[in-house]
């Protein structure tokens, strides 16, 4: 079993950043995709951005320009960076990873994020 632990969600200001990290342990032979959704209370849970194990990024529209993901394969760990964040990205932020050699789809607990004045 892999387990995917997120951190750096807190209580921002609008206008601020915030980086979240997601680091995956286990029995890890490779990680393929490795992605971050986001879930505010009563809405579906979105993609935000997620990267393959090469590198190739993708993002929502919503957040084109202002988030960055990145990850460092040798740590198994990807990283959120978010600038000017907005009220309408409050939301709970899960890591997702497809770990192999089984591919497996894991999620993380969430780490809540809430941009407000």
Do not use: H
Not at 20 to 39: F, N
Not at 56 to 62: F, G, H, V, W
Request: hydrophobic share 30%; with cysteine; aromatic share 8%.
């Amino acid at each position: 079993q892999v387990q995917l632990v997120e951190s750096g969600g807190g209580l921002v200001q609008p206008g601020g950043s915030l980086r979240l990290s997601c680091a995956a342990s286990g029995r890890i032979i490779s990680i393929g995709r490795m992605g971050w959704y986001r879930q505010a209370p009563g809405k579906q849970r979105d993609l935000v951005a997620d990267i393959t194990s090469g590198g190739t990024t993708n993002y929502a529209d919503s957040v084109k320009g202002r988030f960055t993901i990145s990850r460092d394969n040798a740590k198994n760990t990807v990283y959120l960076q978010m600038n000017s964040l907005k009220p309408e990205d409050t939301a709970v932020y899960y890591c997702n990873a497809i770990v192999s050699p089984r591919y497996v789809n894991y999620w993380g607990q969430g780490t809540q994020v809430t941009v407000s004045s």
